[in-house]
């Protein structure tokens, strides 16, 4: 919905340019993380999913690196359009009880000018 | 298929009211799921179904009911409508328990408590 925007961080990029969206996860013994896309009004859409014995997986113009480490997400995406526009968060699951336990985070607002 | 349905996309509620919110999914998952989203906050599950008949607490249950009489239907009930309850509702479904099983969200019902 409209309010999700709220109090968001935001990225602002050019049509046409690389965007990266960062997410830190909490949890240590977090196994699976997922990237959903959510536009203003509508519910979260899957972007593209990663398991925690793989450091990278690509999509369609979109990429999310893992750095267990420092517990750290980012999707890239590639060659940005106003399409794109919409909040990006991450969620992750940190236990054996499907969904139930996936816990999300906030998300971050990206803006696409042309 | 029209994949989850919520309905409806928009109420005001006067506190102590009672509503329920509609969700129905027409692609027989067994799993369904109510969330709501609160401005710049992550997804908080309030209750999920494995199957008709079957029913748990997520991790916001308090001042909700749900029942699952039919696999297509999953309803969320507020009895005492509160101002702490103002939100936005997404009811999701999914094939399978398993994470690596998509989510399938609604497009929400934005409801406000006043």
């Known amino acids: 919905g409209e309010n999700v925007g709220l109090h968001l961080p935001t990225l602002s990029v050019q049509e046409g340019d690389n965007s990266i969206i960062n997410c830190a996860y909490s949890n240590s013994a977090s196994d699976y993380f997922i990237w959903y896309k959510q536009e203003s009004g509508k519910g979260p859409q899957f972007i593209i999913d990663i398991r925690s014995n793989m450091d990278k997986r690509q999509g369609q113009r979109v990429t999310v690196l893992l750095n267990k480490t420092v517990k750290h997400l980012s999707l890239q995406i590639a060659a940005t359009q106003p399409g794109d526009s919409a909040v990006y968060f991450c969620a992750e699951n940190s236990g054996d009880s499907g969904y139930s336990t996936l816990t999300f985070g906030k998300g971050t607002m990206l803006l696409v000018s042309p | 298929n029209a994949g989850v349905t919520q309905t409806p996309k928009f109420r005001i509620l006067k506190i102590g009211q009672s509503m329920t919110l509609q969700c129905t999914q027409d692609m027989n998952h067994n799993y369904m799921y109510w969330y709501r989203q609160d401005p710049g906050m992550g997804l908080k599950l309030i209750y999920y179904s494995v199957g008709a008949g079957i029913t748990d607490k997520g991790e916001v249950p308090n001042g909700y009911n749900v029942s699952r009489s039919t696999t297509e239907d999953f309803p969320l009930r507020l009895e005492l409508a509160a101002p702490s309850q103002t939100s936005v509702y997404f009811c999701?479904?999914?094939?399978?328990?398993?994470?690596?099983?998509?989510?399938?969200f609604g497009n929400g019902t934005r409801l406000t408590v006043t």
């Open positions: 999701a479904s999914s094939y399978s328990q398993g994470v690596d099983s998509p989510l399938h």
